[in-house]
């Protein structure tokens, strides 16, 4: 659905909508006012044969009108602004749970809490590229933080944006009242990929949700190989990433070709067959000599020939 903030999905872009007609409205009713009043005084008072328009100075009822009103309206809107400001920013309070977000030139990754409901075989706890499921309900709180440059995390039904910004943390948070699937938008622009930095929120109901953690963490331990982890994390920590989706894994980048089943490919690339260890060795070390013009670099030199080979062992369970 969406993205598309005029329709609220949850309380907090509930209160952001109601504000914003609100304010519409008025600004409507303002709008009316002093253009009626424009044009009504341009056609009753026009200069033409045997009429001239009155002429005066300074009418002390008038000017205080349009400077009391004006006034009063730009309080009462700071009030209100500020009173929902209160809720929206109120992070912390009956918080169900909260998820780490990371922006990454172009993509998100999402760390779920250290609760049992997400606890992997080797420890650590699950994580998501590009898709965050939730709750519906309840009240979540996200961490946001950035690799690169500033985004901006937006999910316009469910709240409101907050930058994402390297070095610090921010927080956020959103609730969804009902299951849907929401869509949502970096709002910072970051760059090249900045127009395709979408990210998808699934809320689920309770009982659902419990069932699509269990699978998620499933799956991903199925990825987790302990003989393979060091490549994994080795590519998780490379620019791979920005360009390249694992299903399972937080690499969500959408430049490259989806590598969740890159082991039982063809070829690489339509150039390379078949997907064995030393051609995915050639494509990674130097893809731009194979194919020339690719808009993937040569790793050769970036990333050691150690760290080439590990990510290429854990490619090839990738099936
Ligand atoms: C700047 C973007 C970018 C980066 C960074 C990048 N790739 Fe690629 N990669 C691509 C593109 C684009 C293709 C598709 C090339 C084609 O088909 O012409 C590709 C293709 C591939 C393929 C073949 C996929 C297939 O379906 O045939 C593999 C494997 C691969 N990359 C692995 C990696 C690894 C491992 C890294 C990190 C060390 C990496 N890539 C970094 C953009 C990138
Ligand atoms: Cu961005």
């Not at 965050?132 to 996200?142: A, E, N, S």
């Not at 309770?206 to 998620?216: I, M, N, R």
């Not at 013009?293 to 970036?302: D, L, N, S, Y």
Request: charged share 15%.
């Amino acid at each position: 659905m969406g993205p598309w903030p005029l329709d609220p999905r949850g309380p907090e872009a509930e209160q952001i909508v109601t504000l914003y007609w609100l304010m519409f409205a008025c600004a409507m009713v303002v709008l009316a006012i002093v253009a009626g009043a424009i044009i009504y005084s341009g056609i009753k008072f026009r200069d033409r044969p045997g009429h001239s328009a009155r002429q005066f100075h300074s009418h002390n009822m008038l000017e205080l009108t349009w400077t009391v009103i004006p006034t009063l309206m730009v309080i009462s809107f700071t009030v209100l602004s500020w009173n929902k400001l209160n809720f929206i920013n109120d992070v912390d309070s009956n918080v169900a749970m909260t998820v780490k977000v990371e922006g990454r030139q172009w993509s998100w990754a999402f760390t779920y809490p250290d609760q049992q409901l997400f606890k992997l075989q080797d420890g650590s706890t699950l994580q998501s590229g590009q898709q965050l499921d939730i709750p519906i309900g309840q009240k979540i709180k996200l961490e946001l933080t950035s690799k690169d440059v500033i985004h901006s995390f937006w999910i316009p039904n469910l709240g409101g944006k907050k930058d994402a910004v390297p070095g610090h943390t921010t927080s956020l948070w959103i609730q969804a009242d009902q299951p849907g699937t929401f869509k949502g938008q970096c709002y910072e622009y970051c760059g090249d990929g900045h127009a395709d930095m979408l990210l998808t929120v699934v809320a689920h109901s309770a009982s659902d949700y419990t069932a699509w953690a269990a699978d998620a963490v499933k799956q991903a331990n199925l990825l987790n190989d302990p003989r393979t982890k060091v490549g994994r994390d080795t590519f998780l920590a490379a620019p791979c990433v920005g360009c390249h989706t694992v299903q399972g894994t937080t690499a969500a980048g959408k430049v490259g070709p989806d590598l969740t089943h890159i082991a039982s490919k063809p070829n690489i690339a339509g150039v390379l067959s078949p997907v064995n260890q030393e051609n995915l060795t050639k494509w990674v070390s130097d893809a731009p000599s194979i194919k020339p013009g690719v808009v993937m670099p040569k790793f050769k030199g970036t990333l050691s020939d150690q760290q080439i080979s590990d990510i290429v062992q854990w490619l090839l369970t990738l099936k």
